[in-house]
């Protein structure tokens, strides 16, 4: 079996939690290919799909969107499971209930899940526009993102596949 593990990520977290999601898929025995939600053509190849992407006010980055809603009769046919990388801060801000609009999404892709996981902020690598924006919200700087739990999910991933 083989699975689709694509993100797109302004600054490299969401990509890592991608990464990190594609090798335990890979430790659990399927064949994975992890991309870039850009460098993605097509998905009709896979057996399966886990897409992501990096959330900044409510909302995916465009060429993930992009994949979905261009993509949707070829994802219809496969398993796909959405995830979305974003809120920040101990506890995580804004909470999953109000971090991402992906309903339009989930329906397109007629996804079996979507999972918020918590983000990374590094002021130094945003713009003026985007430090002034964290500035404003107070955002806390750090990686707030919990591996253990990104793996517990490629793992139901893995187990909902091969059942």
């Known amino acids: 079996m083989t699975v689709l593990v694509a993100a797109a990520s302004r600054h490299g977290a969401t990509f890592e939690i991608a990464d990190a999601i594609g090798r335990a898929l890979d430790e659990r025995g399927l064949d ?7 460098d993605v053509d097509a998905v009709g190849g896979y057996d399966a799909v886990v897409l992501g992407s990096g959330v900044y006010a409510g909302h ?10 261009d993509h949707r009769d070829e994802l219809l046919r496969v398993p796909t499971w959405l995830f979305s990388s ?12 109000h971090a991402v609009d992906v309903d339009e999404l989930m329906t397109a892709a007629a996804a ?16 003026f526009g985007a430090r002034a924006m964290v500035f404003a919200f107070r955002a806390p700087d750090g990686d707030y993102r919990n591996w253990d ?11 909902e596949l091969q059942a």
């Open 32 to 38: 994975v290919q992890v991309a870039c939600a850009d």
């Open 60 to 69: 995916w980055l465009e060429p993930a969107r992009r994949l979905v809603l």
């Open 86 to 97: 974003g809120p920040i801060g101990a506890p995580p801000r804004p909470d999953d209930a």
């Open 112 to 127: 079996r899940g979507h999972r918020v996981f918590a983000g990374r902020l590094d002021r130094d690598q945003l713009g």
């Open 149 to 159: 739990a990104i793996s517990a999910w490629a793992g139901e991933i893995a187990d």
